[in-house]
């Protein structure tokens, strides 16, 4: 049963517009939630990230939405440049229950940005 | 700071062979976990440790064992290799406050098993 999920394998957006990814989650629990971006041959890396108490968290050119009653967050991306082109996880845990706050991922968005 | 580093990169193994997929880090973090990465399932937590001695399970701990006897280290064994177990490990480590969730993730380790 998968968690968390990116119906979005890839997406493709011209260079100076937004990209929007998202990502949808079924456990009620999660009360944490953050982006990791990874390119080939690297480890994931973290990028942004949002509590449920918040609905919205902005760092410079990313901005993570969070839709609790549809349990629903997205990704925005303005403008996106080539060097964005990563794939995206989105991920969750239930940080406040727990002191470990056990990551789970979803599948990945393949994002290419087209100069 | 060299951050978190794997050891090997890549690596073939037959069935039923054993191995030690190695894990630093330079940080002083307290929480390490390791993760494999599988087409279209994402990263999926093998075992965490939130201290040196402490050790968990995560969502797929079948087959692996780990011990994290120092800060630095967090070794993940695999006892008999299988085919299932072919997968990209990713080993990361955070500071203590953020448990698992900010985590820096070093390069990862290819494994082939035939």
């Known amino acids: 049963d998968q968690q968390v999920k990116q119906n979005s394998p890839s997406l493709s957006v011209q260079e100076g517009r937004i990209s929007i990814l998202n990502c949808d989650y079924t456990n009620s629990m999660f009360d944490y939630f953050l982006w990791y971006k990874k390119y080939p041959a690297e480890g994931p890396t973290f990028l942004i990230s949002?509590?449920?108490?918040?609905d919205k968290n902005e760092d410079g050119r990313f901005t993570v939405f969070l839709n609790k009653s549809a349990k629903h967050l997205s990704l925005h991306i303005v403008p996106s440049q080539p060097g964005d082109s990563a794939v995206y996880f989105c991920a969750a845990s239930s940080y406040g229950s727990s002191n470990t706050g056990k990551l789970i991922f979803g599948q990945g968005t393949t994002l290419q940005v087209k100069p | 700071n060299a951050g978190v580093t794997q050891t090997p990169k890549f690596q073939v193994l037959k069935t039923g062979q054993s191995m030690t997929l190695q894990c630093a880090q330079d940080m002083n973090h307290e929480y390490m976990s390791w993760y494999r990465q599988d087409p279209g399932m994402g990263l999926r937590l093998i075992h965490y440790?939130?201290?040196?001695?402490?050790?968990d399970q995560g969502e797929v701990p079948n087959g692996y064992n780990v011990s994290r006897s120092t800060t630095e280290d967090f070794p993940l064994r695999l006892l008999s290799a299988a085919p299932s177990q072919t997968s990209v490990y990713f080993c990361?480590?955070?500071?203590?406050?953020?448990?698992?969730?900010?985590?820096?993730f070093g390069p990862g380790t290819r494994l082939t098993v035939l």
């Open positions: 990361a480590s955070s500071p203590e406050g953020t448990g698992l969730n900010e985590q820096f």
């Open positions: 949002i509590s449920s108490i918040k």
């Open positions: 440790s939130v201290g040196a001695g402490i050790t």
